[in-house]
């Protein structure tokens, strides 16, 4: 099969789908439907589909992926990453890391199976330390209910994984992976930078969960985000980084295959897909 790829130093960086997430408007906490329906072109009632993109290559004999989808726990129409890896040469078996963004259901419940198998049996994880601290720390009395629904699910998608996760902060590199935290969408979200060469990509994770939106009006926050102050912050310097670095970005939500450059915009920004 002929997956997209991008070319940066000596890696070919490849996008691998996890599916198509449907989606809400409804999310958008601070900006009128009117405008968010023009920006993103329309929807079936506030509904829209948005692409879960993850992204795999080689390095030093090792397979790396970013990400693992959902598996079947949201909608039917995600969990296709491991037949989409098998049909591009890459079984589940093969990987040797998978670098997290963050452990939110649509990056990390296909780690595992219904059962609480592995997926990626003889996989390392690459995970930000105040992510994997956040949601591996017990339930508080006024944690909401759905915080301790993801809690304590993100606790059976790690559980297989939990002597072969390496807990990482900025500055630590694996592999030419580095992080670097862009909390706020989770506690310890991380964009992952990749280097090879003089080239670098940025895998931004959710920096932007609906990019139509998010990339032209940083400042529009999510239900999801659980700081969406600390994820505005985050959104800003990233994009801004992004921009001035003139990197190539590889986003989970934007449009598949997912790679492209920011670009400046006025006073905000815009994103070429690549
Ligand atoms: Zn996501």
């Known amino acids: ?21 449907r989606t809400s408007l ?7 439907r009117a405008q968010s329906e023009g920006l993103v072109g329309g929807t079936d009632n506030g509904w829209l589909f948005i692409p879960v993109n993850n ?4 390095r ?16 039917p129409t995600l969990g296709k990453l491991p037949e989409n890896l098998r049909a591009g040469g890459i079984p589940p078996e093969s990987v040797d890391y998978i670098v ?27 995970v930000h330390a105040d992510e994997y601290d956040f949601w591996m720390a017990e339930n508080q009395p006024g944690d909401s209910a759905k ?3 993801v809690r304590d699910r993100n606790k059976f998608n790690m559980r297989p994984y939990r002597e072969r996760t390496r807990r990482m902060r900025d500055g630590e590199e694996v592999l030419g992976c580095t992080p670097i935290l862009a909390a706020g969408h989770s506690p310890g979200h991380t964009c992952w930078r990749v280097m090879s060469g003089r080239e670098s990509f940025l895998a931004w994770g959710d920096i932007v969960h609906l990019s139509a939106v ?3 009006h940083p400042d529009t926050a999510l239900t ?11 959104r800003h310097r990233i994009l801004d980084m992004a921009a001035n670095e003139r990197v190539v970005v590889a986003g989970a939500h934007v449009n598949a295959p997912g790679f492209g450059h920011v670009v400046r915009k006025g006073a905000t920004y815009a994103f070429e897909s690549a």
């Open 214 to 216: 998010q990339i032209s």
């Open 1 to 21: 099969m002929n997956t997209p790829s991008f070319r940066i130093g000596d890696l070919d960086i490849r996008s691998f789908s996890d599916g198509i997430l």
């Open 26 to 32: 409804d999310m958008i906490v601070n900006m009128e």
């Open 147 to 149: 915080l301790q629904a």
């Open 60 to 75: 030093e004999g090792k397979t790396l992926l970013i990400d693992a989808g959902a598996g079947n726990t949201m909608q």
């Open 224 to 234: 999801y985000d659980l700081d969406p102050d600390k994820a505005r912050q985050s």
């Open 100 to 126: 997290l963004t963050h452990i939110h259901p649509d990056h990390a419940n296909g780690l595992v199976d219904d059962k609480g198998e592995a997926i990626y049996p003889n996989a390392e994880i690459l």
């Open 55 to 58: 992204f795999a290559f080689r």
